[in-house]
């Protein structure tokens, strides 16, 4: 069974977790082209590589940050995400 | 014994010919460079000979033919899809299938078995109905049905599915098919080759070169090639692929598992989805039951396979099929999935001159390579999108305008 590590809740089996996706950040869509709208909601890197991915811990509905490789499905790190200044 | 099979075992000589040509050399440039030894590169070639005589070609493949998604998938052919645009593509795929066994002089081992969409809920039978409609306008076989005829036609179901998801009825397709895809993945290969088109196995794709906005080589682990057309067909690597052109899509990889049991006695004839549970069935001429569920939730680029994937599966098929709780899965592994946000393909030509794109193909292009082959060796000879295939170009996500085929593509495949 594959383990994730919840930052609140410690490791759990990863059937607790959802996924959300990679990180992306927004454009403000009242000031953006149309073709940057678009290329934000339906493009992606869908290319192996580490990633910063938004999950979830179900249970709890705690959303954290993993950074995990995605050609060997390894995570190598998770944590609360915070607002960088 | 046959007196072919003696004769080929006592000679030192291998009387029979290879399937394919060795090429030991690549040759410095091509009319058209294929990226892909899978069943659709292989279709596209085979088409670029036969139907548009363009015969200076070669197909790249990084391992070997058919070693991707083409020989893990479960094979199901049908047409009973949701839009329009998707519900005429592939009746002309299952149109095409029919006299494939005859032109490659191979057998497919094409086997029409009749396909139910199983729907236990409310919900579920009312897209039945929307699908049937919309199938039926095109002039396809599709039909909703009661829970007796499913029952009918596969006695050993449990209709109340361990009482907590009963079937309240089905989508019934009957042209739904199998067939071997090893077999689809060499007859294409074969008929290229004896056309002229070079195949090259164990040649990866490293880098395209493109100037001033149009393709000019290819670079591969064995050297440079020069060309001014490539088509693009690796599935699970489209991404890669994408990124060495500076294309951005919204293609993501998932794996998809799928399962055999060991062989037993034929008891199932049709082939059996069912959304609600996830799973899908068939049983293969051998005798294996050939299982399949719905995709890896999350991104993955390879093809590792689970210990939760069969776990979760048998307990569904159980709900379904109780007795089958002695039987033994033989063997299990994953292909990786180029999933698109609406389900439908990605093909056609790119903003890059040269570059035509042939991918996005999920977990429902096996049965597509017919008709893939012949609209992209048509729109790779005369630089023009094939009618069938304007639904699906990759500007569509720049312009809002989807293909929305999730309500018939999902698990079912
Ligand atoms: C488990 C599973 C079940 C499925 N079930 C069904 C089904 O029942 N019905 C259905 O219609 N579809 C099904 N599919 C989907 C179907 O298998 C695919 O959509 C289809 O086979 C894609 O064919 P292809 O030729 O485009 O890709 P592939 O067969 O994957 O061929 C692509 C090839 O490109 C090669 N390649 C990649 N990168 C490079 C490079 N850089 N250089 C050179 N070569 C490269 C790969 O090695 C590979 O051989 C299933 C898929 C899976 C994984």
Request: charged share 20%.
């Amino acid at each position: 069974m594959k383990i994730m590590t919840c930052p609140v809740n410690g490791p759990r089996a990863i059937s607790e977790f959802s996924y959300g996706g990679e990180i992306r950040t927004m454009p403000d869509p009242a000031t953006c082209s149309d073709d940057a709208w678009a290329d934000y909601i339906f493009n992606r890197n869908g290319s192996p590589g580490v990633k910063c991915e938004w999950w979830c811990h179900t249970p709890s509905n705690t959303w954290f940050v993993a950074e995990r490789d995605t050609a060997r499905d390894v995570i190598l790190r998770t944590y609360l995400y915070t607002v960088a200044s | 014994m046959p007196w072919r099979l003696l004769r080929f075992a006592l000679s030192d000589k291998h009387p029979e010919p290879r399937m394919f040509t060795r090429h030991d050399q690549l040759k410095p440039a091509y009319d058209v460079v294929i990226i892909g030894g899978g069943g659709h590169g292989l279709a596209a070639a085979y088409y670029l000979a036969r139907d548009h005589g363009i015969t200076n070609v070669c197909v790249l493949e990084k391992g070997y033919l058919g070693g991707g998604n083409t020989g893990r998938n479960t094979t199901i052919i049908r047409s009973n899809y949701l839009t329009p645009e998707g519900v005429k593509f592939y009746d002309e795929s299952v149109r095409l299938w029919q006299d494939l066994s005859t032109d490659f002089d191979l057998n497919l081992f094409y086997s029409n078995r009749g396909h139910f969409t199983l729907a236990h809920t409310d919900a579920a039978l009312r897209t039945s109905r929307w699908r049937a409609e919309v199938n039926k306008h095109f002039g396809i076989e599709s039909e909703v049905v009661g829970p007796e005829v499913v029952k009918k036609a596969a006695p050993m179901i449990d209709l109340s599915c361990g009482g907590h998801a009963p079937i309240l009825g089905a989508l019934y397709h009957a042209p739904g098919a199998v067939a071997r895809h090893d077999a689809v993945a060499w007859g294409y290969g074969r008929g290229a080759d004896m056309r002229g088109v070079e195949i090259h196995q164990r040649t990866e794709v490293l880098g395209i070169d493109v100037a001033g906005g149009k393709v000019t080589g290819v670079q591969t682990n064995r050297g440079r090639i020069a060309t001014n057309k490539v088509l693009c067909a690796v599935a699970g690597s489209t991404p890669r692929l994408l990124d060495m052109v500076g294309i951005r899509s919204p293609i993501t990889i998932h794996p998809l598992q799928a399962m055999v049991s060991e062989p037993v006695k034929p008891w199932l004839d049709p082939i059996l989805v069912s959304g609600s549970l996830h799973v899908y069935i068939s049983q293969s001429a051998r005798g294996e039951l050939i299982m399949g569920a719905s995709l890896d939730p999350y991104e993955v680029q390879s093809t590792r396979s689970t210990l939760d994937f069969p776990e979760g599966l048998s307990a569904h098929m159980l709900d379904m099929f109780p007795f089958l709780s002695n039987v033994k899965v033989m063997r299990q592994w994953a292909g990786m999935a180029d999933m698109t946000p609406d389900f439908a393909p990605i093909m056609g030509r790119t903003p890059v001159e040269g570059f035509y794109l042939d991918g996005g193909w999920g977990t429902w292009g096996f049965k597509a390579t017919p008709v893939c082959g012949k609209t992209m060796s048509y729109t790779v000879a005369n630089d023009r999108n094939h009618e069938l295939i304007t639904g699906f170009t990759l500007d569509r996500f720049r312009n809002f305008e989807l293909t929305g085929e999730k309500g018939a593509a999902s698990v079912g495949h």
